[in-house]
């Protein structure tokens, strides 16, 4: 006879199972969770291989292209949609062009910037080549984003220079080994960027267990803290 915790986690398990099918899977999982080792970490949904962005704009296209995907209203109170379509454009141009850049699965990509439908768009693209995203508030003091910086050694940082309403900005660094700086304000970026509208990034399929972005503690108590979270599920520390 099953305990009530036992009971409990089998409903569990059943409701997981029937969620996740409703995703898409490059290959199939074999299980719902498992445990690792004796400690309080599992792995959920192993053996399966998804992607994030494709279960985000690829599967819909075919029914809901033209049905909005985002609304944004701007610093200046102006209200814009994006549809599927437009958006699933957007994500496939910055992730050619991220690709151009020599960003690969793996490789950590810093985000800092205003609330727009490019931060989407530039998760999106992290997502469908197989990248980490580590979002950081684009205001955020400039010791905090070299603590951050320092943290996780991206391959790139994305800001945005125009201010759009933000009271102060941090300094972003210029110069780093190994490290690429875009400003996504600048003409440099538009004329790159409109090179790559018509191109098409097949998804990297990942398996759930790997990361898929890195999201930091505030630090107000210490140093801050990197929580990993695997494509499948689960977050953990690093």
């Known amino acids: 006879m ?5 009971e409990g986690e089998g409903l569990n398990r059943d409701f997981w199972q029937r969620e996740a099918q409703r995703l898409h899977w ?6 719902v969770v498992e445990f690792v080792e004796s400690g309080p970490r599992r792995r959920w949904f192993p053996e399966g291989k998804t992607n994030l962005c ?8 075919a029914l809901r292209a033209d049905r909005c995907a985002i609304i944004h209203r701007d610093f200046c109170g102006e209200a814009h949609q994006m549809s599927y379509r437009e958006l699933w454009q957007q994500v496939n141009a910055l992730s050619s062009l991220m690709a151009e850049w020599g ?14 439908p490019l931060a989407a768009v530039a998760m999106l693209a992290c997502a469908r080549l197989g990248a980490i995203h580590v979002v950081v508030y684009s ?15 991206p391959a790139l940082i994305l800001h945005h220079s125009d201010s759009r309403g933000r009271e102060s900005l941090p300094t972003i660094p210029t ?15 538009v004329k790159q960027l409109a090179l790559h509208m018509d191109r098409h990034v097949p ?22 803290k990197g929580i990993v979270r695997d494509t499948g599920a689960m977050p953990w520390r690093c």
Do not use: K
Not at 103 to 116: K, N, S, Y
Not at 139 to 153: D, F, G, K, N, V
């Open 203 to 224: 998804c990297v399929w990942l398996s759930s267990c790997e990361p898929s972005h890195i999201l930091f503690t505030s630090g107000t108590s210490g140093v801050p």
């Open 175 to 189: 110069t780093a080994e190994n490290m690429r700086v875009v400003d996504t304000a600048s003409d440099a970026y």
């Open 103 to 116: 960003i690969r699965q793996g490789d950590r990509v810093l985000i800092t910037l205003p609330m727009t």
């Open 2 to 6: 099953l305990t009530a915790d036992a």
């Open 26 to 31: 490059q290959h199939p999982f074999e299980q």
């Open 54 to 61: 494709f279960n985000a704009l690829d599967r819909h296209l």
């Open 139 to 153: 205001s955020i003091t400039s010791e905090a984003l070299a603590q951050r910086i320092q943290a996780c050694t």
